[in-house]
């Protein structure tokens, strides 16, 4: 491509994904910002996404069209599906105590450092197996069992 094609391509390409951030801030997504990365023939190779947990995600998006950029990145992602990015923890189990290594959402570390003590708990006051712990665990804080239990089912 010439340099006027690749001029031409980044504009339209921009154009598409300034369009697409405003889209995401206005919906309240987890997406902080998103920031095209150049090639050595200065075409858009790629798109960073920076998540409001921290994480990055690199979108390849060289040779696509402006629209299937933004698929791309829409898939690649993550941004059409209710899956969120959390931030990875680790739970720190001494007895009856825990500490969290790592900052997440704070919701979070409370429910799953809640969850691991109580595994703990269990696991030091009965015999059985760990895999039939974290299945009653499982179920136990899966929505299926919550809506059973508001609803009086059995």
């Given at each position: 491509?010439?340099?006027?094609?690749?001029?031409?391509?980044?504009?339209?390409?921009l154009y598409c994904l300034n369009l697409f951030k405003k889209m995401c801030y206005?919906?309240?997504?987890?997406?902080?910002?998103?920031?095209?990365?150049?090639?050595?023939?200065?075409?858009?190779?790629?798109?960073?996404?920076?998540?409001?947990?921290?994480?990055?995600?690199?979108?390849?998006?060289?040779?696509?069209?402006?629209?299937?950029?933004?698929?791309?990145?829409?898939?690649?992602?993550?941004?059409?599906?209710?899956?969120?990015?959390?931030?990875?923890?680790?739970?720190?189990?001494?007895?009856?105590?825990?500490?969290?290594?790592?900052?997440?959402?704070?919701?979070?570390?409370?429910?799953?450092?809640?969850?691991?003590?109580?595994?703990?708990?269990?696991?030091?006051?009965?015999?059985?197996?760990?895999?039939?712990?974290?299945?009653?665990?499982?179920?136990?804080?899966?929505?299926?069992?919550?809506?059973?239990?508001?609803?009086?089912?059995?």
């Open positions: 491509m010439d340099k006027d094609a690749i001029s031409s391509d980044n504009n339209k390409k206005g919906i309240g997504s987890d997406v902080l910002d998103m920031q095209e990365i150049y090639n050595e023939d200065g075409a858009i190779s790629a798109v960073e996404i920076e998540y409001s947990s921290g994480f990055t995600k690199l979108v390849n998006v060289y040779g696509d069209s402006p629209m299937a950029m933004v698929l791309d990145i829409i898939k690649q992602g993550h941004l059409g599906s209710r899956r969120s990015i959390m931030k990875k923890i680790t739970i720190i189990i001494n007895g009856d105590s825990a500490s969290v290594e790592e900052k997440g959402n704070l919701a979070q570390v409370d429910r799953l450092t809640g969850l691991a003590l109580l595994a703990q708990r269990i696991r030091s006051e009965y015999r059985m197996s760990d895999k039939i712990i974290d299945k009653q665990i499982n179920r136990a804080v899966s929505r299926s069992f919550a809506e059973q239990y508001v609803t009086g089912d059995d």
